[in-house]
């Protein structure tokens, strides 16, 4: 059983334009939720998180938005720069350290 | 300092052979995982270690083997290798603070079994 569905698996942006990637989860008892950026070639790096006590949380650009009645949360990127073109991991965790179940990934390309 | 290093970058393995694959932190973090991601798959969390001497299963431990001697070193085995366990592995740490469950990834080792 998948413990968290991400969507899409692929996004085109036009450049100034916002992505939006979406995720949701099963496990009610989930207390931490990232987001995480990799480039190819590379491992993945945390972008931004986010913990269930909070709606929304912006760095930047960036903002996650959580729904906890609907188990859904999803990741924001404003004015999209093709520099932002990579894959996007969203994950969920049990007390933090342990077991972190991710999501299958959704490539983000921006275009010029 | 170097963060999370693995060793090798690459390898091609016959079916039945077995190896290690090293990961090595420099920042004291108690806490190590390893990882392996497959295509569209996302990443599927292999062990982890809460600190030396203790290690657990996750989702997928079957055909592998890690030990945890000391807080730096975070060694992966495989034995008797099969295609299925063609993949690219991560190995992760992060440190015990309920400020930051941060975790720092290593490169990767892209692995392919024949």
């Known amino acids: 059983q998948q413990q968290v569905k991400q969507s899409p698996q692929s996004l085109i942006v036009q450049k100034g334009g916002i992505s939006i990637i979406n995720c949701a989860y099963e496990?009610?008892?989930?207390?931490?939720f990232p987001w995480y950026q990799q480039f190819p070639g590379k491992g993945p790096a945390l972008l931004i998180a986010?913990?269930?006590?909070?709606s929304e949380k912006k760095e930047g650009r960036f903002t996650i938005s959580f729904n906890k009645s609907a188990k859904q949360f999803s990741l924001h990127i404003m004015d999209s720069q093709p520099g932002d073109s990579a894959t996007y991991f969203c994950?969920?965790?049990?007390?933090?350290?342990?077991?972190?179940?991710f999501g299958s990934g959704t490539k983000l390309n921006v275009k010029p | 300092n170097a963060g999370v290093t693995q060793t090798p970058k690459f390898r091609i393995l016959k079916i039945g052979q077995s190896m290690t694959l090293q990961c090595t932190q420099d920042?004291?973090?108690?806490?190590m995982y390893w990882y392996r991601q497959d295509p569209g798959m996302g990443l599927k969390l292999i062990y982890y270690?809460?600190?030396?001497?203790?290690?657990d299963k996750g989702e997928v431990p079957n055909g592998y083997n890690v030990s945890r001697s000391t807080t730096e070193d975070f060694p992966l085995r495989l034995e008797l290798a099969a295609p299925s366990q063609t993949s690219v592995y991560f190995c992760?740490?992060?440190?015990?603070?309920?400020?930051?469950?941060?975790?720092?990834f290593g490169p990767g080792t892209r692995l392919t079994v024949t």
């Open positions: 992760a740490s992060s440190a015990t603070s309920k400020s930051s469950y941060e975790q720092y």
């Open positions: 994950a969920a965790s049990l007390g933090g350290f342990n077991k972190f179940y």
């Open positions: 920042m004291n973090h108690n806490y």
């Open positions: 986010i913990r269930p006590d909070v």
């Open positions: 270690s809460v600190g030396a001497g203790i290690t």
């Open positions: 496990n009610t008892a989930f207390d931490y």
